[in-house]
């Protein structure tokens, strides 16, 4: 595990990116890669995520950001979306997925997914929404750590009008909003923050062994 704990020790929310940087096509797939096979609860992925380069999109997302320049000057701005699994049908995509991938019955199939598909009728749809938004996350930290051992640079952004870019994209036309967003590329060197301490909290601050509670007998 030390080849993970170096890059995370030289990763940072990277504020400045070399605009001149460009992400290979082999490191784009990897990085589709990597979010498509991220653990999520059921398999479900109850998400989208869309990837921004075009630079006058860039630009328009960045104002939406508030003008944090990192939108525009990454290689690349990855938009993770949620959406209501129930609304879009994402249960039932999972089941037709168990059928073709692994050969499941289709009877066997369809109950699997419909006993959890059922418990999720029961919520509201801002319960089913902050749970895709859960997942979303998980894939979040997967791709943060893998483009650090990549030796990519990244900065994980809330700080943005969802409302506006969710008409940019036209998420809304599908059913989707924006969640968070990830800057993607290469540090500049006139990014300073690289150079600052790293800011964490104490092992012993952070961490706890939980002990049993069951009596000892002589």
């Known amino acids: 595990m030390n080849n993970i704990i170096n890059a995370l020790q030289k990763r940072y929310a990277t504020k400045k990116f070399n605009a001149d940087f460009k992400l290979s096509a082999e490191q784009e797939q990897q990085i589709q890669d990597i979010i498509r096979l991220t653990p999520s609860s059921m398999g479900i992925q109850p998400y989208e995520v869309v990837f921004v380069k075009e630079p006058g999109l860039k630009k328009s997302l960045m104002a939406a950001a508030y003008n944090q320049g990192q939108v525009e000057s990454s290689a690349m701005t990855i938009v993770f979306a949620i ?3 129930i609304e879009k049908g994402w249960f039932d995509r999972q089941a037709e997925l168990l059928i073709k991938e692994r050969h499941m019955p289709r009877e066997k199939a369809e109950s699997y ?8 009728e029961g919520m509201s749809k801002a319960a089913r929404l902050e749970w895709a938004g859960r997942q979303a996350y998980i894939a979040l930290g997967s791709l943060l750590t893998s483009l650090a051992m990549e030796g ?3 900065c994980p952004m809330e700080g943005f009008d969802r409302a506006t870019f969710d008409d940019i994209l036209n998420l809304g036309e599908r059913g989707l909003s924006s969640l968070v967003i ?3 590329g290469q540090r500049s060197p006139e990014d300073q923050t690289q150079y600052e301490a790293k800011v964490r909290k104490s092992s012993r601050e952070l961490f706890s062994y939980a002990l049993s509670q069951t009596p000892e007998w002589n």
Not at 113 to 120: A, E, H, L, V
């Open 83 to 85: 959406g209501d699994p």
């Open 113 to 120: 997914m419909n006993g959890f598909k059922s418990s999720f």
């Open 152 to 154: 990519l640079d990244a």
């Open 182 to 184: 990830l800057t993607v």
